[in-house]
T-cell receptor, first 115, second 116 residues
Framework: DTGVSQNPRHKITKRGQNVTFRCDPI?????LYWYRQTLGQGPEFLTY????????KSRLLSDRFSAERPKGSFSTLEIQRTEQGDSAMYLC?????????????FGPGTRLLVL | AQKVTQAQTEISVVEKEDVTLDCVYE???????LFWYKQPPSGELVFLIR??????QNEISGRYSWNFQKSTSSFNFTITASQVVDSAVYFC?????????????FGGGTRLMVKP
């Protein structure tokens, strides 16, 4: 059973460009979470999906951010018109269905640098 | 609202010393879950332990032990006989469980440096 995977691992972009990240959760995990971690801080929740439905979004998720999970498997997180403040590590995690106290298992993250 | 506080931003010890990482949490829920994660320089968050709010038994796993005290809203983590490989950032986190969405609220992390 492979773990959560994320691509790309690193992304450098210029301010104003759009970027898209992908997360592949552990097989059969129905919930998928996105977090953002800025330098020297703990991760902060952005949004999560149960299957293909996006159930909650943090106020951190501005209009420039959009996340999808079209078939309930992999998910994408897109940032439009990137700003330098978007520079961070973007982490994805997943959990299996039905477990009340489920532990989230994280992918390796995508490190974004906006110049 | 939930909150997790890790007052120690950085700790430096010499190998073989014992070290305790503090975690204090706030929640209005009676059912919640506490976690510790390790983040080595590679960046990936590695799960270490989960405790639920109904189980205050302390736990030991090898050189690691955890002390959960509801009375003080604390969930401290002790590494015995620290090793250089323990150097990492450690995060304490809180969740209200699956039915509440299971989102994690993290503390700011404690950077542990173990010197040879």
């Amino acid at each position: 059973d492979t773990g959560v995977s994320q691509n790309p691992r690193h992304k450098i972009t210029k301010r104003g460009q759009n970027v898209t990240f992908r997360c592949d959760p552990i097989s059969e995990h129905n919930r998928l979470y996105w977090y953002r971690q800025t330098l020297g801080q703990g991760p902060e929740f952005l949004t999560y999906f149960q299957n293909e439905a996006q159930l909650e979004k943090s106020r951190l998720l501005s209009d420039r951010f959009s996340a999808e999970r079209p078939k309930g498997s992999f998910s994408t997180l897109e940032i439009q018109r990137t700003e330098q403040g978007d520079s961070a590590m973007y982490l994805c995690a997943s959990i299996p269905p039905g477990t009340v106290s489920a532990t989230q298992y994280f992918g390796p993250g995508t490190r974004l640098l906006v110049l | 609202a939930q909150k997790v506080t890790q007052a120690q931003t950085e700790i430096s010890v010499v190998e073989k010393e014992d070290v305790t990482l503090d975690c204090v949490y706030e929640t209005r829920d009676t059912t919640y879950y506490l976690f510790w994660y390790k983040q080595p320089p590679s960046g990936e968050l590695v799960f270490l332990i989960r405790r639920n709010s109904f189980d205050e038994q302390n736990e030991i796993s090898g050189r690691y032990s955890w002390n959960f005290q509801k009375s003080t809203s604390s969930f401290n983590f002790t590494i015995t006989a620290s090793q250089v490989v323990d150097s990492a950032v450690y995060f304490c986190a809180l969740s209200e469980g699956y039915n509440a969405g299971n989102m994690l609220t993290f503390g700011g992390g404690t950077r542990l440096m173990v010197k040879p």
